[in-house]
């Protein structure tokens, strides 16, 4: 696996070799590396949110549809054990 910094995307973007990227940078630079990447054609994983605004999050997932490339967005520790045990104390009351 190979990491690249936001200024080096073109180099995984043009790679053939690569299907899908992850973008798991600050949300100001969502935007436009989840548009290059999908006209890239290139699936794209991005950690939420989308876009800092509801205008850009509906441009991507229209440019995603255009591309007939998959765009999912999540939050990527949710299911992080760590964070699993302790939604679970909270749950039952073992933390306030």
């Not at 992850?22 to 969502?30: D, E, G, L, V």
């Not at 490339?69 to 045990?85: G, I, Q, S, W, Y």
Request: charged residues 30%.
């Amino acid at each position: 696996m190979t990491f690249y910094k936001p200024e080096d995307a073109n180099k995984v973007f043009m790679d053939k070799n690569v299907d899908g990227v992850i973008i798991a940078t600050p949300t100001f630079t969502h935007t436009e590396l989840i548009k290059d990447a999908l006209k890239a054609g290139k699936a794209v994983f991005s950690e939420k949110p989308i876009a800092e605004n509801v205008e850009d999050t509906i441009e991507c997932y229209n440019v995603a549809d255009a591309m007939e490339r998959p765009l999912l967005c999540a939050f990527n520790r949710r299911f992080d054990p760590t964070f699993k045990n302790i939604f679970g104390r909270v749950r039952e009351g073992k933390i306030y």
